[in-house]
């Protein structure tokens, strides 16, 4: 009962009092608002949303499976990567899958999986050559993914309506006060300057609360002090940066009062790290699964700690190393088909996770969950100073720098990195010094940095690549 224990500055409590409104674009009329294209595009999906989400698992597959049939037939007939890879598919006689064929799960299990290496490999092959009035503006996404090899794709406005949409519902399963202020510590672009976008909102309509964001490159004594000032309900940031957070508040800093709630993403969260949450912080941590190169893939049950499937905008597969779909317990890759995005389709995608699937939720709701989601482990780093910051070196930024594929860094001592290269060709003197130059001056310190250039990375047996690891001890 704490998050009714005092007011919080900026943040006007959800009483029922007031509406909350959508923002409207008509003027003179406040409400009920009437919203724009993109606004009403994503309540009436939330609108469909609130009912799918009870249907029976079969008629969720059913409906899934039309869906399915639609992009695949598209891919086939617009996407030169796909021409070739469904034409050995489609059978004998058949020169690809035609429009209106409707794939069983037997042919669909027959569909090569697209890797990351193909996705990078295949370049604008990926992507479609028809022409999308409908699905609005292509944008360009690039993941760093779990490999540390970054992907590119493309995505459209509808793809950012059915992620909206999405997130939406999440804040409306954890019944989140949309009016009040959330802190997001992740990595920031230097051209974002920390808590300079007074404008940014991180909920939906007119009433949206604040949404104040905090480089997590900074020690972590410095995020608790932010987070202090600030007084945000809602805090969202990475589980191994939240672990920091809790570690520096049980070493004698005080408590954060003004948090409702706990969000992660883009990492592995485990039970232990939902205890201390609840101990040290006294809130909850709601977690979710997505990935940039796709948008949400899972949300956590509004009733129990696992993940549901976001069914309406994705397939997810989970299959053991013969391909077969993963029995429940078990633990197999990811495999994820995005069913909205008609501009670089991904049918068939290896994402590069684990996830165990499981039996479908007491709660009644029909989409299929997963239990655990091991993902990506992060390492902290420990600065001569002896703070720890979350390690400055992401990988898609490095590439775009350098002739570099992928790298790995490992802290050796307490002045001292290694970095593990795959580069595609060999560096200069001059290029060498630059690098070292740029990630001292991300370290804001000097570092002795000793560069190994590597045919490849090895991929651990768990799958979980880590950019970064410290081997000495805190
Ligand atoms: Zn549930």
């Given at each position: 009962m704490r998050r009714d224990a005092k007011p919080r500055p900026?943040?006007?409590?959800?009483?029922?009092?007031?509406?909350?409104?959508?923002r409207s674009v008509v003027p003179g009329i406040e409400w009920p608002g009437l919203p724009d294209q993109m606004d009403a595009s994503v309540l009436a999906i939330e609108y469909q949303l609130r009912r799918s989400l009870w249907w029976p698992t079969s008629r969720l597959a059913e409906q899934q499976r039309r869906q399915r049939d639609l992009l695949v037939g598209h891919a086939a007939r617009t996407v030169p990567f796909y021409r070739e890879r469904l034409a050995v598919v489609a059978g004998a006689g058949a020169q690809t899958i035609s429009d209106d064929q409707t794939i069983s799960d037997e042919l669909w299990r027959r569909i090569p999986i697209v890797t990351r290496a193909d996705l990078r490999n295949a370049g604008s092959t990926l992507e479609s050559r028809k022409a999308?009035?409908?699905?609005?503006?292509?944008?360009?996404?690039r993941s760093s993914g779990t490999t540390g090899r970054p992907v590119t794709?493309?995505?459209t406005a509808l793809t950012t309506i059915m992620s909206r949409a999405l997130n939406l519902r999440d804040h409306l399963w954890h019944k989140r006060d949309m009016r009040a202020t959330a802190a997001?510590?992740?990595?920031?672009?230097?051209?974002?300057?920390?808590?300079?976008?007074k404008a940014a909102r991180w909920a939906f309509g007119a009433d949206s609360g604040p949404l104040i964001s905090y480089d997590i490159a900074r020690p972590v004594k410095n995020q608790v002090a932010w987070l202090r000032t600030q007084e945000p309900a809602y805090l969202?940031?990475?589980?191994?940066?939240?672990?920091?957070?809790?570690?520096?508040?049980?070493?004698?800093?005080?408590?954060?009062?003004?948090?409702?709630?706990?969000?992660?993403?883009?990492?592995?969260?485990?039970?232990s790290l939902r205890a201390e949450t609840k101990q040290v912080l006294g809130v909850p941590l709601v977690d979710s699964y997505s990935a940039e190169e796709t948008g949400p893939l899972a949300l956590q049950c509004p009733d129990c700690e696992c993940y549901l499937v976001q069914s309406e905008a994705v397939q997810v597969e989970v299959v053991d190393d013969a391909g077969e779909p993963s029995r429940y317990g078990d633990t197999g890759r990811v495999v994820v088909t995005a069913l909205h995005n008609y501009a670089t389709p991904l049918v068939r995608y290896e994402i590069g996770d684990c996830a165990e699937p499981a039996a479908p939720c007491d709660c009644g709701r029909g989409l299929p969950?997963?239990?655990?989601?091991?993902?990506?482990?992060?390492?902290?780093?420990?600065?001569?100073?002896?703070?720890?910051?979350?390690?400055?070196?992401?990988?898609?930024s490095l590439t775009r720098m350098f002739a570099l594929e992928q790298a790995q860094f490992v802290q050796t001592a307490i002045d001292r990195l290694e970095a593990l290269l795959v580069a595609p060709r060999a560096?200069?003197?001059?290029?060498?010094?630059a690098f070292r130059r740029e990630i001292c001056q991300r370290l804001g310190q000097d570092f002795a940095i000793e560069l190994k250039f590597v045919a490849e990375i090895p991929f651990p047996p768990s799958r979980k690549f880590e950019e970064f690891r410290c081997e000495i001890e805190a």
């Open positions: 900026g943040s006007r409590t959800f009483s029922g009092k007031s509406p909350y409104l959508v999308l009035p409908s699905h609005g503006r292509r944008f360009e996404i794709v493309q995505g997001l510590i992740r990595r920031l672009d230097d051209k974002v300057d920390e808590g300079g976008d969202m940031t990475h589980p191994s940066n939240l672990r920091a957070i809790i570690d520096a508040c049980r070493e004698g800093t005080k408590d954060l009062p003004s948090l409702r709630e706990v969000d992660t993403f883009g990492e592995p969260v485990d039970d969950r997963l239990r655990a989601i091991p993902g990506r482990v992060r390492n902290m780093m420990i600065l001569p100073s002896g703070d720890k910051i979350r390690p400055p070196f992401a990988i898609g560096w200069t003197a001059e290029e060498e010094e």
